[in-house]
């Protein structure tokens, strides 16, 4: 038999940002299709280091809506706001953002039997300074609790609720959906509160600070301190990331296995582009 051709190699270099997640891509032009060597090499990046950055990517609407269906189909945000064409990129635009619910420590749609497992999210005007978002390993959250604890949460699962971010979109005029209808159309759900990711198999710590209101199975006060402590334990500096944002910079993350946290130090508008890529997975322990 004739000996197999070399594989292409990617056009692209990874910089790894810290030990526990992040990296800086450079080389690659995301408003052009990604050649099939390219796509399979970023896709292993996402899965390796959780969270990708790219510098001077100006990408338009439709350009960013490609990018994104290269990784699954697009998920439209229930009740957020998008832009009339496409109506797949959902608009981030503040000025006050200290009362949104995005600085809290979160994934995003944990209240979905099936959350999006991806997000681009592209800067379009930033302040002045500020805005910088952060980023944390839920593998690295979960692998710092004790063998014991870690045994007990695996039996456990927990309830996920929209209502806390809705009614905080509602009142700031940011939600294009009435409370009753998301409510009906989102009930509360459980999730196991360890999950097990479907491409790399390891465990990571699910809970959240956005929409994560009790565990199942345990007393309220119980629920309440375990609940506390494994979201504090999101905060610790050694499985995060901060990403300074300049004009068109883009993030990609892996929602399943990461949270994040945009800081609210500014007050000049921040409007920032998003693509969510819908879930095809569905949480297990």
Partial sequence: MPPEPPK???????????????????????????????????????????????????LDPIEQVSLAERFGKIEIHPFGRHLEAPPSVGILDQTSPKHDGANRWHADSTFMPRPPK???LRAVTLPSSGGDTTWASMYAAYDALSGPLQRALEEM??????????????QRGQSVAG??????????????????????????LYV???????????????????LRFLIESVRSPEIQVRFRWEPDSVALWDNRCTQHFAIADYSER??????????????SA
């Fill in 8 to 58: 292409k190699k990617a056009s692209f270099d990874i910089k790894k940002r810290v030990s526990a997640i992040g990296a800086e891509i450079s080389g690659l032009n995301l408003s052009e299709p990604l050649s099939e060597p390219d796509f399979v090499a970023l896709e292993a990046a996402l899965l390796d280091h959780l969270v990708l950055f790219f510098r001077d990517q100006p």
């Fill in 118 to 120: 991806a997000a681009i």
């Fill in 157 to 170: 699962t927990a309830f996920h609720d929209v209502s806390g971010p809705l009614i905080r979109a509602i």
């Fill in 179 to 204: 409370l009753e209808e998301i409510r009906d159309a989102w009930p509360p759900l459980a999730h196991p509160v360890v999950c097990r990711h479907p491409r790399t198999g390891r465990k990571f």
């Fill in 208 to 226: 959240n600070s956005n929409f994560t209101t009790h565990i199942d199975g345990i007393g309220e006060a119980e629920s309440e301190a375990l």
């Fill in 270 to 283: 921040r409007v920032m582009h998003r693509v969510l890529i819908a879930g095809d997975w569905e949480p």
